[in-house]
Structures are given as C-alpha cells and as structure tokens.
C-alpha cells in the first residue's frame, strides 16, 4: 500500500481539549504509543494493532465533513513518519489541522500552519522524563514562523499541581504559548485545582474534558 497509516478509529464529535474546545473535530487517532502512561485512558491505541489505510481513504473520509477541525492524535501520532504527508495534503486541500502529542517525539518535521497541542508529563504519569523539552525551543522557533501551538499539563493530584508550577516558571512558559492544565477525573478535584491556579496566581486556562463531560460512559469516538 502507498503512503499507509495505522489507524485506531476515525470518527466525528465535539473537540474536547485545548482552546479549541467546542467545536465539531473530524478526528484521526492514529495507532501505537512509546508511553505508557498510569491513567492511560486510551490503552487500545497501542494494545490493538490498528488498521492499516492509505491517506487518500483517510482524505476521502475527511472530506465527508468540510469546514471543521480535523485532528490527529493517538496514541502517539508522531510515530509514524506518514503524518507529515497527510497533514500537508489536509492543510493543501483547506482544513485547519491540530495535532496532539505526548512531547516526546521532536516537532523539527512539523507543518507550520498545523497547530501542535503538546503534553508535558507531570510525574504521577510516570513519563515526565520522557519530555522532550528541545520541544519548547521549537514552539519558539514555530511560533515565530507563525504557528499557532499549545502546551498541556495532565494533572492527577496536588503534587503534580506543584511540579508543573515549577515546570511553568523555570521555562517561562508564560512567554512562549498558550498552556493548558487539565485535571483527570476521579483523581483530582477541579475546583481543588481551580483554587490552586487561583492562589497562585497562574496565567493558564483549567480545561475540562468536554467531551467526557458530553458522553461520560463512552470511551472510543468521542
Ligand atoms: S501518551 Fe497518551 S496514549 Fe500514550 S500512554 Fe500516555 S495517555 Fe496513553
């Protein structure tokens, strides 16, 4: 097969994260994942070997829904080098393209009209020294071209509240992109969380998940 990807699903709902959050997404999860992190909720990405398919079945899919977000995501999708290619033809053929990664996998190859949602790890993930924090020099480097990037931190508890304080100060990330800190549900209290970034007074947005919010017992095509 030319130019294949391994695919988990494709599917169509509301974007859940980012600043995005809201609006209809054609999403593409890609298969595979080098992390595996504590609170993986996503686990069949990388124990179920994914389907194989060419990019123009997976540009005739995504072109059932013109005028939306289209994302990528995992999994890991910076795995497989065929993301590049889908990602310029997306963005050749019109679509705004987010790309959500774990940070561990360099953004050198990125398109720069897609916008990068990447994750920090905090340590109760058990991979924060998997970042790749050369990954902040080419945000840098992105948003001068005029990318549009995003960071996040998945948070599980208070601790991990305070290490992504620390994280936030020591790279200055109050410079470079907007940033993003998500709680897990069922580990960490929201409003406990909100209370946090309120005291001390920290420029980023608390994001909840919508679409667990949206469709709590549904795990895929959400
Ligand atoms: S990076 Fe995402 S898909 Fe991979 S193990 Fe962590 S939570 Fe799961």
Redesign the pocket.
Known sequence: MIDPLFISELFYSIQGESTWAGLPCAFIRLSG?????R?????Y??EEPGTEMAIRDILDWVVKYPGVLTEIT???PLLQDNIHLLTELLIDNGHKVLIET?G?ISLENVHPQATVIM?I?CPE?G?HDKVNLHNLDLLARRKEQGSRDELKF?LSSEQDFHWALETFREHRLDQLVPVLFSPITGLIDPRHLAELILAYQLPVRIQLQLHTLLWPNRNRGV
């Open positions: 994942c080098n992390l595996r992190c609170y993986c909720d996503a686990s990405t990388w995992g999994g890991e774990n561990t994750d790890k993930s991979m998945v």
